[in-house]
Each structure stands twice: as structure tokens, then as C-alpha cells.
């Protein structure tokens, strides 16, 4: 890294590239030029001990917790013209958590219908290096990199868009985070991976045919007055169904029975009405007031 040209020599360092675990221990070494030994020559750095030996200069860190350091080793010339030499240093950290998910989408899927895998790995450093692939199953469907220049840690979610099959039903995905440091970095990249979700896709022949469930929705309104009330209730549909029981019974539910339910009661002192959410999963309902 030449700051003048009239330089003959610069100085070396060894390695001449650090790649470091944020909080870990390193160290490097500086030569200068041996008839450089009656010139002004140092290793600066914010951080670390230096010693001379020579015209050799020794940088250690016991902990390295700044993430952007990068030491200058340089002496002068008979003319006084400086010589600089700089370490280049990366700074990492693996990721604290790597999760997958579908996007805004809980309920069983269908085929021929496109949704979007999303990955996001939380508190990685430098994100630039990250390499995150999907995989369906053991077989990758693609790679995705940060264009992120940050050198300190971030959260970056990914996203990639698949077109489920029926073949994809039962199928688990996940996601994979992979440190790419180069041949200065770990033998082994550090690498993060996500849980697995599992992909329920029902047939087209499903969005016509409502799939019926094994189990009942059942939804209470029960009411106390002098007079007896009446029971107005609201489908999600928007239909309204006028009843003189408080409860709504809806035998082999299908997915299309989910979403919110009101019940509107009514006597001769007024109305009072109450919303009921249900989210069917496939398996047993959920409800939400």
C-alpha cells in the first residue's frame, strides 16, 4: 500500500492479512528494510502491544473487540520520505440465530401458487461475506449475498421465491448461513443453519372442493336477560345467519370456514355483540376473541 513512489522498499508484514473472531487473541509482525536501522521507523495501532526487536516490530492483541483497527507499520528515508505498509483486517462473527420462514403465510398452500421463502440471520459480521442458500430438503434451490458494506453486525433477512408442486407436500426447508472468509480465514467457515418447516400443499382440485376436516367448529354466545334474546350471527362469508340458540356449530370444517365470526345479541333492552377470529390450521381449530 504505497503512499509515495520514490519508496523502495515497504515494509512487510506477516501475515499480511488477518482475518479474526471478534473478542479472539492475534498477533503479526512487521520487518522494515535492514539498513533502515538508524532511520525513524514504528508500528502504529489504537489497539495492541508493540515491541521492537531489531528492525522487526511485534503487534499483539490479547482480545480483539474493535471492529474496524487496522495497524500502519512505515519508517522514513534519508529524504524523509515515509514508507507505509497497512495490515488489512476482518473482523467476524457468526450469526446468533438463523431462522426460516414463510412469508405472511400460515395456512396450508396450494399448488401452482407462488410464495416466498424468507431466511433471516440475525447479528452477523461483516455481512458482506455471508452466504445464505435455501434448500429443499438436501438439495439447494439458490444463493443469495448482502450487498451490506457495514463491517459491523447486522440483521439481514433474505427472500427467494418458489412455486410449490404437489410433489412438495411433506417437503421440509430450511436455510443454511455460511461465512465466506477466504484463504486467511477459519479451515472450516463458520456456518449457521435454521430449523426445517414442513410445506402443506393441497392439489388445485382443492380450491373447489373444500377439503373436509375430522373435527367440528364449535362457537358459544351465551347470554343472560329477563327476556329471551335472539342471536344474529355474521359469517366470515359476511352472510348474516339469524338463530335462536348461542351456539354456531359447523360440522367437517373446511379451510374456507376461517377468518372472524360476530354474534350480535338482542332483546327488548338492546344489542350487544362480540367477534370471535378462527384460524384453521388442519389439524384443530385456533380461536381468537
Known sequence: HPFYATCADYPVFTPSILVVKFGDPTAASCSVCERC?????????????????????FWTVERLT??????????NTDTDVQCCTILPITVYQPPDNVSVSFVDHTAPMFEGKQYTLQCT????????????????????LGQLQSKNNNPKPVTETFSLN??????D????????????????????????TSQTITATVFCESDTTTPTRLNFS??????????????????????????????VLTINSATFADEG??????????????????????GAVPSFFS
Not at 67 to 72: A, D, M
Not at 162 to 167: D, N
Not at 260 to 269: I, L, R
Request: with cysteine; charged share 15%; proline share 8%.
Open 169 to 192: 407436500n411433506g417437503v421440509q426447508y430450511w436455510c443454511e448461513a455460511k461465512l465466506e472468509l477466504g484463504p486467511y480465514g477459519p479451515q472450516l467457515p463458520p456456518v449457521e
Open 217 to 246: 367448529i364449535v362457537l358459544n354466545c351465551s347470554a343472560l336477560g329477563n327476556s329471551g334474546p335472539s342471536y344474529t350471527w355474521t359469517l366470515p362469508s359476511g352472510s348474516p345467519f339469524t338463530s335462536s340458540s348461542s
Open 37 to 57: 536501522i538508524d532511520n525513524i521507523f514504528n508500528l502504529e495501532s489504537p489497539v495492541g502491544l508493540t515491541s521492537i526487536n531489531g528492525t522487526t516490530m
Open 260 to 281: 372472524k365470526y360476530t354474534c350480535s345479541v338482542s332483546n327488548d333492552v338492546g344489542t350487544a355483540t362480540v367477534e370471535l377470529n378462527v384460524e384453521v390450521r
Open 66 to 75: 474493535k471492529w474496524l483497527t487496522s495497524p500502519i507499520c512505515y519508517y
Open 121 to 140: 440471520v440475525e447479528e452477523v459480521a461483516p455481512v458482506k461475506n455471508l452466504l445464505v442458500t435455501f434448500y429443499r430438503g438436501q438439495t439447494a
Open 162 to 167: 418458489i412455486t410449490l408442486s404437489k410433489e
